[in-house]
């Protein structure tokens, strides 16, 4: 390929909305041009990052015994009305109407279509297991399009659902697709680490997320170094040792008036913030719950839908708090609120306080010295907060690190969720009708054309695994109205063809300068330097991308196919 036969437009500045390398760079190096907030365009260099990619995916899921489909991404409401998802998926969901006024859905993922698919198909043990997937473009109405292709309005994936006769062999798929994914991110040439997560309202709560360690990366991951323990920090567990001493003093009242920050209340009266029990309203299913956590964390809602066994939990409005504790939400405390029978839980890192400040139900008033064994009716302590740097493993009770992560795959068991609201059942060898066992796996296709970037890249522009490059060579041709140079690049290009490698020869009358940054800025594998003055010294220059100038080797052109060959 022709640099001038193609459409490869650089910029020489970074777009004002991207915040993270990636992001800018996606734009700089032409690979995509933005559409609209959260909507991009994929130019020719990123779609044939894109089709690699894809190439790899379809490759691993094949080979893992899963077969490709396509399912129309315009969906209708019956069948996420199935599931209650129609209501469910809130604002998130794109939704439009046809002509005949039937609601439909852009689809954010598929797991109701590809259920009625299987419901009409499945009847016999013996068609056991299916599993199938697609790549296709998903829409989500994010409330904020950041970061790139991180977080847009529309997206490439690979979503796979699996269906099995029990739960055995659904582990089986399982740990299957986990390995598969494992392949697929080192062949794309990306760092990813799978870390155990949450599996929310996806039925069973075994779920793996792959995540490609990044400081731009928006989830937090909580690793222990000790037992190699990787999970996001909602699901991450911690444990704890008794930290506070016994105070005996009498419960005081404090008035706490302009004092609006745990540190201000603390100062007020003299103590550490440590002292601080931090405590809030929740609705769980409908019930008031009032949550007390140490001062200076935050309650893991994942955690307390756990602990409580609630199918959701939310913040208590303003009126509600209210109403529970006889307070505005900073005075808020577990020490005799106004309904008395309201169940309070606390994180275990409050076990045993004592000497502690915790609002006193009345604005702008304090209570300390509370004890809480003594003080309040706690009717339960569990690990309730989101873990952070420094925490205790509870596997090996060494120190968790947090490090940040960008999610690029998951990995679900969904158990029968699914085929029980369609019914996916099949005979077994006795006739008898049960339901298959699914699950469903994603990778994020263009999101982890993003996150390649992000992992690969230095301050004069992307370096490019040599699997999922544009192209894997740049052959810099310095002077193209030159006849002899022209020739040896072409016949260059024709030789690496030959030899199967992804060249492009930049044929451009530009100066050498422009060409470099240009070639460096897009990040090509190997750069070789063809020009009059190279020629008459002895050869071409041959150069990777993730080497300095000093690494620059000078080869005969004879040798030259053989030398890029063996720099990929
Ligand atoms: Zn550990």
Redesign the pocket.
Known sequence: MKWTKTLIQTLRDNPQDAEIDSHKLLMRAGICRKTAAGLFTFMPLGMRSLKKIEQIVREEMDAAGASEILMPALQPSELWRKTGRWDAMGANMFRLKDRAERDMAMGPTAEEEVTDLMTNIISSYRQLPLNVYQIQTKFRDETRPRFGLMRSKEFIMKDGYSFDVDAEAADKTYWTMYRAYERIFARCGLKATPVQADGGDMGDSMTHEFHALADAGEDAIAF?D????AANTEKAERVCNPVFGKVDAPVEEVHTPNAKTIDQVAAFMGLDGSAFVKSLVYLADGEPVMVCVPGDRDVNEVKLRRYLGAKSVTLADYALVRDVSGAGVGSVGPVKPLKADVRIVADIGLKGASGCIVGANKDDYHLKNVDLDRDAKIAGYADLVIVREGDV?A????KITIRRGIEVGQVFKLGTKYTKAFNTVYKDENAAETLCVMGCYGVGVSRTLQAVIEQSHDKDGIIWPSSVAPYQVVIENLDPSVEEVTKVADELEAELVRRGVDVIVDDREERPGVKFKDADLIGFPVRVVVGAKGLAGGGVEVKRRDEDKSKTRIVPVADAAAEIVRSL
């Not at 000790?226 to 323990?229: F, K, L, T, W």
């Not at 596997?395 to 060494?398: L, P």
Request: charged share 20%; glycine share 30%; net charge positive.
């Open positions: 222990c000790g037992c190699g323990y493993c596997k090996c009770g060494k």
